[in-house]
């Protein structure tokens, strides 16, 4: 099993459960408070598992969203229809790879990136693939957990990453990693869940 397939297999597993252990409406109400979005403008929120950051946006916005877990998706279409009827905004659901979703270049207001980064393959790819599709001044909202960059790795971290890498999650990446050499600046960094060991980052997107 590739993967690729072995992330599709066990999110498709978590999703009737994902809203229970991974919640965090504090910190996606935050995200959303920071990005700022406003009637007409267009969003994008790749790997949005269930779709729980539905519920914080706005009205009269476009959201285009989706996932790889086959049911995740399902629950994304089902919550996605409901934030549509309630709210009035237009909401897209499809099978989306994070890091290449064969978006168009700049076509983006806002990016939401909430636990997606350290979940990928590839960390770098997802936040460069989120920075192409961002217009000039669009906002790149990114949650998940670090670690930190002014010293080495704990051995925790060393110790729990080969299994939390198989099974949920990597410990080992850090966010100045995957940004250097993008056109985005960094005008927010926060402590977002469990001391900091979670934050919250906004970006915006350089002409």
Not at 24 to 50: K, M, N, Q, T
Not at 67 to 78: E, K, S, V
Request: charged share 25%; proline share 5%.
């Amino acid at each position: 099993m590739s993967g690729l397939q072995w992330r599709r297999l066990r999110y498709s597993l978590y999703s009737p459960f994902y809203d229970v252990l991974v919640g965090f409406d504090r910190v996606r109400r935050r995200s959303v408070e920071l990005a700022s979005p406003r009637p007409g403008e267009r969003i994008l929120i790749p790997g949005a598992g269930p779709g729980r950051d539905l519920e914080f946006l706005p009205g009269g916005v476009e959201v285009v969203t989706g996932d790889l877990a086959g049911g995740m998706i399902r629950q994304l279409r089902r919550r996605g229809g409901r934030v549509e009827e309630r709210t009035g905004s237009t909401i897209q659901v499809m099978e989306m790879d994070a890091q290449a979703t064969g978006l168009a270049d700049a076509s983006f207001d806002v990016v939401l990136l909430h636990l997606v980064a350290a979940v990928v393959a590839d960390g770098r790819a997802c936040l460069a693939e989120s920075t192409r599709v961002l217009r000039p001044g669009g906002r790149l909202l990114v949650f998940d957990k670090f670690a930190p960059e002014d010293r080495p790795l704990s051995l925790l971290r060393r110790v729990a990453n080969p299994v939390s890498r198989l099974l949920f999650t990597s410990l080992d990446r850090r966010l100045g990693d995957l940004v250097e050499g993008l056109p985005l600046t960094l005008e927010c960094r926060e402590a977002a869940a469990l001391g900091g060991f979670f934050e919250l980052a906004l970006f915006r997107r350089r002409g």
